[in-house]
């Protein structure tokens, strides 16, 4: 039995580890409480039975799930069980928050630095014993973004991180803007590189220009985003499209908005 020990606000970057789970080891392996406890079943009695005899415990450390007296049962129940031999607990880092003392002897899976995909590869080689698994795609997006504003005027956007850090917050800015007719400043001023990218074809076949955007260091966590301030020039408006992020040397992700 694999027993996932999260709070339920965490439930957006979690369900997509126990989906993945569920597809590899079948639902009755994996105790996930979105379907392990069903309407009518007493919670205490399923989370018991649940931790009864698991072989894995993982425990998905955020400040939320410090903070949840539920959660803290669950874990240090595993962590007693660990003692004795009779089941493993891996510590899964999900934001920034200090590990427990009583944890920091455990080797612990870092997805806050490393990833949503890097962290299910680590978790399902923990359960196989091995490295053969390669991962899949997964719909979750840590990053999202918001506008608003006038765009006859100034709009601003906002690009958050929702639980994990994003160390390449290199972003292209979606316009339907000649080069020249939209000013793009970063954070109140910070310096950056980027430049205009012309005949831009999205997936829909549209043709759209860009600027991409990178900050000269830093990296975009749920308590740091990043500020744009779209300014038309010229007496232009600003047509904006949508924010692409850069996932790879050559490959671009749109991120949806918030």
Known sequence: MIFLSHNHADKPVIEPVA???????GQDKVFYDSWS????????????EGLTSPN?????????????????????NALYKATKGECKI?????????????L??????????NGIEGAIVQIVNVIQGNNTFTPQH???SNLTYKYSGNPAVEMDIVISASHLMEPNPTFLVLLNNDEGEVKIDLNGGQPHRGGFNKGITMENGEVVNGVAVAPLGGAITPK????????PQNGKTVVFRGIFHQVTHDEWKAIPTK
């Not at 406890?37 to 989370?47: W, Y």
């Not at 894995?56 to 049962?73: H, R």
């Not at 740091?224 to 779209?230: D, G, H, Y």
């Open 90 to 102: 891996i510590p899964v880092r999900v934001d920034g928050s200090t590990m427990p003392p009583v």
């Open 138 to 140: 997964m719909g979750f």
């Open 104 to 113: 920091l002897q455990n080797v612990y899976i870092d997805m806050f630095a």
């Open 56 to 76: 894995f415990v993982f425990f998905f450390v955020s400040e939320k799930s410090l903070l949840s007296n539920m959660v803290k049962l669950e874990w240090q």
């Open 224 to 231: 740091m985003p990043m500020k744009l301030k779209l300014t």
């Open 19 to 25: 989906l993945r789970l569920r597809e590899i080891f």
């Open 37 to 48: 406890i069903q309407p009518g079943d007493g919670i205490i009695d399923k989370m018991n």
